[in-house]
């Protein structure tokens, strides 16, 4: 939280009389500390899947566009549309390794 945020807040707490300086000293504490998250661990963000172009794809495999263009469609590369968009898509990076190594990238 800003410096700035902080005294604000303290304002505002110190305006209002229904408050007791106890309540108002532990409002202030929870304030500084923050939403309860341990200070040395960063709160843990969802990753996006890594998406790669059809010419990522192809280049990685040594195959043509239309090699890539025909695994999508048996299923064994997975392909993600893009959001708020209706025929820009990319492949799983995931499923492109599975298939190199020859795990099964289909699910």
Excluded: F, W
Aim: a positive charge; aromatic letters at 0%.
């Amino acid at each position: 939280m800003l410096l700035t945020t902080l005294d604000a807040m303290k304002a505002m707490l110190r305006a209002d009389q229904s408050i007791s300086p106890g309540d108002r000293a532990r409002l202030l504490s929870r304030l500084r500390e923050g939403p309860g998250l341990d200070n040395d661990k960063a709160p843990a963000v969802p990753q996006a899947p890594h998406l790669l172009r059809r010419s990522a794809v192809a280049a990685r495999l040594s195959t043509s566009l239309r090699t890539v263009d025909n695994l999508c469609r048996q299923g064994l590369l997975k392909k993600r549309v893009l959001d708020n968009r209706q025929r820009a898509y990319g492949i799983l990076a995931e499923s492109v390794d599975a298939l190199i190594t020859g795990k099964d990238g289909a699910q």
